[in-house]
């Protein structure tokens, strides 16, 4: 089977983890008899240096037509300056909407193998932690009315935070049909004591929950999450809430895992398309040096051939390659011990590929 990926590689370590990537799915199709055929496209601030504008129609209409879009990171200190509506992270947003990306999907899993890099007390993870976050990612407070008025107090900005029912369905149902593929546990976020907003959410949970009726359900309130996940983190399978939350509470949640080069990221439209990139951003700090973590975006990979092309054993393949890298005790440097070598980015990249 052939399947065709939009590639954005974007800015600062982007063009780094993200050819380690495309050699995985190379000796993924190997392995397991598919092609996987790369179209490069610009968004970003490589955009912005070649075209101008951080996204081009051009880019759009090459990542709607692939099957999927693997993008690496864009940003970095060269486009601080340009004006907010020019900035390279216009281009995610540009990006989301145009795919009708309205899932993110962020799991935060500890690899027993790095145990030691998880910032909470062994004596609160125990067993370790398996969370998936599922953020709405096309709605909310980002895509309302913002806007500036006088008032009494003077300038007064303003930003129109609203869901509908059709939208709370939508994720809602997705969070469920995760659940019931992993451990059957949803825990919806809102802040249902102070928006209205948060109560149309929360009955909206609440009758589609009746759907699912194997899956154990429970609300939270955000600020409870927030002091919960460093609290219990055991105690999480799904967590699905809205955009907002959704973003504070996915980054809360990496960070507890100790390991940002390590987590994948996949944001979804209905049809199952997807976009599929590595949570973190494009590392200026270490930008071509070669000693970036590849595997955030190798594992992105993984959620590709799951999610996007159903291909499970693929996916499981890649997974358990980057285990067994791992527990041979192979690290880059960001996940390192101090008194442990450090391996090159194509150095772990070539490692996991020889474990396939
Ligand atoms: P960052 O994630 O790029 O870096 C934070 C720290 O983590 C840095 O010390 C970096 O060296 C380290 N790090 C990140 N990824 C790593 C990897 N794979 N291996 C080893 N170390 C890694 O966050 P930042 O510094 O806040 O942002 C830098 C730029 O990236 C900014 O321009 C920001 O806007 C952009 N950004 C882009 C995305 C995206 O493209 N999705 C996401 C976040 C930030």
Not at 48 to 66: H, M, S, V, W, Y
Not at 79 to 93: C, N, T, Y
Not at 315 to 323: K, P
Request: with cysteine; hydrophobic share 40%; glycine share 10%.
């Amino acid at each position: 089977m052939q399947y065709n990926i939009a590639v954005v590689k974007g800015d600062g370590i982007g063009p780094e983890i993200v050819t380690e990537a495309m050699k995985t799915l190379e000796v993924v199709g190997q392995k397991f008899g598919h092609t996987f055929s790369f179209q490069e496209v610009l968004a970003g601030g490589c955009s912005i240096d070649a075209n101008g504008i951080p996204l081009t129609q051009e880019t759009i209409d090459l990542c709607k037509a692939a099957d999927s879009v693997l993008l690496g990171a864009v940003g970095g200190p060269k486009w601080d300056d340009v004006p907010s509506e020019r900035r390279p992270e216009k281009a995610l947003l540009g990006l989301r909407a145009a795919l009708g990306l309205f899932v993110n999907l962020r799991p935060a899993q500890m690899h027993k193998a790095l145990a030691d890099a998880c910032p909470i007390k062994q004596e609160i993870i125990g067993d370790g932690f398996d969370i998936l976050v599922c953020r709405e990612l096309i709605g909310d407070v980002y895509f309302g009315t913002h806007g500036r008025r006088q008032s009494e107090g003077g300038e007064t900005g303003y930003d129109d935070m609203n869901y509908s029912v059709a939208e709370v369905e939508r994720i809602g149902r997705r969070a469920f049909e995760m659940a019931m593929k992993r451990r059957k546990k949803v825990c919806s976020v809102d802040k249902a004591n102070v928006l209205e907003t948060s109560r149309v959410w929360r009955e909206t949970m609440h009758r589609i929950k009746a759907e699912y009726p194997e899956v154990e359900y429970s609300d939270m309130y955000v600020d409870n999450c927030a002091m919960q996940l460093v609290r219990n983190p055991g105690q999480f399978d799904v967590i699905v809430t809205g955009n907002l939350f959704g973003d504070i509470l996915s980054d809360e949640a990496s960070m507890i895992t100790g390991s940002i080069g390590m987590l994948p990221s996949a944001s979804m439209n209905e049809s199952g398309k997807g976009m599929y990139e590595p949570i973190h951003g494009s590392a200026p700090d270490i930008a071509g040096k070669g000693i970036a973590n590849p595997i955030a975006t190798i594992l992105s990979c993984a959620m590709m051939l799951r999610y996007s092309f159903s291909l499970q054993r693929e996916a499981d393949a890649i997974e358990t390659a980057v285990e067994k890298v791992l527990d041979s005790g192979y690290r880059t440097a960001d996940i390192a011990a101090k008194d442990e070598n450090a391996l090159s980015t194509s150095e772990m990249g070539r490692l996991i590929r020889e474990a396939l």
